[in-house]
């Protein structure tokens, strides 16, 4: 069990000489908050008390029903936490809002327009990457700042950094920053680790084709198992109107002799084919990412069948240090449950978000494009210590920088594996 100390940078060594970014533009909408906004999580129509005084509003949007509510409603109880706690501090306040997208696009824009309407400030982001590369153009356009705890995919940042020259090769959204492990970080990380351990001698993938989340993951495992030359015996893909039969890609993976088998994808598809493979007497090792986390809470999934997945995920709820322990108990006592890296990883977003406004001496009656000039000159430079890591930064495209960490289901709980 991994028992790495961490902790929360709560406090900022002075306030950073500010000089506005006129990237993301000086002009549009946004002020200072008085309307109550809905508890992150479960009933978004249940108001929270606002904070006194004047606040800054910040906006989520996520799958708070739906298939893949699980996430969703994580990212806004851990959201909904660190609001409290900061707001609890006496100092800047946090008026919090979340809105329901169940993990559609056009649904995510909508409800992002209906957060634009409340005056927001700050966007959370949307949870999940699909909704994710839609809302990120519209906040990007409206110049409002942007920090999505979990949806992953490049194409929210609209940019990938070349090493070669450090520059970014393809069109940049300047407003748009992620908390999450991107995409291709995911898939090559999950690819060394699945080497370094030596986990499987011959290698099956089954991913979504029409995910941007599934694709991208697959697209940097496969280009980085070939150079570590792994051995892959089989690749088969599925899509949202086919994703109830996988016999065709397990008798596949089986034939071909593969003992490991990579699932780039969310929890839900994850757990019927658990459930398939256990059906056909197909029991190879399973390796999963950051979407694999939940499959513990899916309703009706015999838990039992996920007994020894290892996935890669940047939170470890069994931690032992104080932040962690602090939070964790928390997110017990509101919502009865262990939380998730969603939780964690929308929990950091909030504080990192609150850093930079202290550093930059920042006052809720900022407009939001100036809040983002502000906080894009923030990002750029700071250092963050949250629950899902040590030191983040994050570079010019957006993308943050923090380690994975490889976890194994063991008797119905994630256990770290390094």
Known sequence: MMK???????ALTGALCLSLLA????????????????????DVSTPAPAPAGDAFKIGGV?????????????AANGARIAADEINALGGIQIDLRYEDDAHDAEKSVNAYNTLKGWGMQIFLGSVT???GVATSSEANRDKIFYLTPSASSTDVLGGVSNPLTGTVDVQRKECVYQMCFVDPNQGSASAQYIADQNLGSSIAVIYKNDDVYSTGVYNSFAAKAEELKLNVVSVTTFTEDTKTDFSVQLNDAKAQGADLVFLPMYYDAAALIFTQANAMDYAP?????????????????????????????????DAEDEATRSFVSKYQEKYGEIPNQFAADAYDCVYAIYNALVAGNATPDMNAANLSSLLIEQFNSMTFDGLTGEGMTWDVTGAVSKSPKGMVIQNGAYVGMD
């Open 285 to 317: 090792k399973w390796f999963g990412i950051d979407g694999m986390d939940g499959i513990l809470g899916v309703e009706g999934f015999d838990t039992s069948l996920a007994e020894g997945v290892m996935l890669l995920t940047p939170f470890n709820a």
């Open 4 to 10: 790495k100390s961490r902790f929360l940078s709560l």
């Open 129 to 131: 990457s699909t909704p």
């Open 23 to 42: 990237g993301c533009g000086s002009s549009g909408g946004g002020g200072a908050a008085s309307t109550p906004a809905p508890n992150g999580g479960g």
């Open 62 to 74: 996520g799958p708070l029903t739906g298939g893949a509510a699980i996430y969703g409603n994580a």
